[in-house]
Nanobody
C-alpha cells in the first residue's frame, strides 16, 4: 500500500523557517506530479506548491518568494522549504502524489505548522 510519510512540521515564530519532507513508501513506481497543500482553520484546502517529475514548479501567490518545493526522484520524496513564515501560514500541510496505479493519487496524513506571534 502506498504511504506518504511527512515530517518537519512544528512551531515557529514569525519570520522563521521550517522544512517539510514527504517520502512515498510501499511503492515501486515513480511518482508524477507531487504537491503540498494546506488547510488553515476556517478555510478550504488550498494548493501551496506543486512540482512535476521533471522539476517544473508552481506556487500559490501567497507563498511565492518565500517557499521552495523540490524533489528527489530516487526517493520519491518532496520537500518544502518555508522561509519568512507568517501567522497566516499556520495550517495543516498535506503531501500529495500522483502515480500510475489506481487510485492514481494519494494523500499524506498532514503535519501541523504553527507560526506564533
Amino acid at each position: 500500500q502506498v504511504q506518504l510519510v511527512e515530517s518537519g512540521g512544528g512551531l515557529v515564530q514569525p519570520g522563521g523557517s521550517l522544512r517539510l519532507s514527504c517520502v512515498v513508501s510501499g511503492s515501486f513506481f515513480s511518482t508524477n506530479t507531487m504537491a503540498w497543500y494546506r488547510r488553515a482553520p476556517e478555510k478550504e484546502r488550498e494548493l501551496v506548491a506543486r512540482i512535476t517529475r521533471y522539476g517544473s514548479t508552481n506556487y500559490a501567490d501567497s507563498v511565492k518568494g518565500r517557499f521552495t518545493i523540490s524533489r528527489d526522484n530516487f526517493k520519491n520524496a518532496i520537500y518544502l522549504q518555508m522561509n519568512s513564515l507568517k501567522p497566516e501560514d499556520t495550517a495543516v500541510y498535506y503531501c500529495y502524489a500522483e502515480g500510475p496505479r489506481s487510485p492514481y493519487y494519494y494523500w499524506g496524513q498532514g503535519t501541523q505548522v504553527t507560526v506564533s506571534s
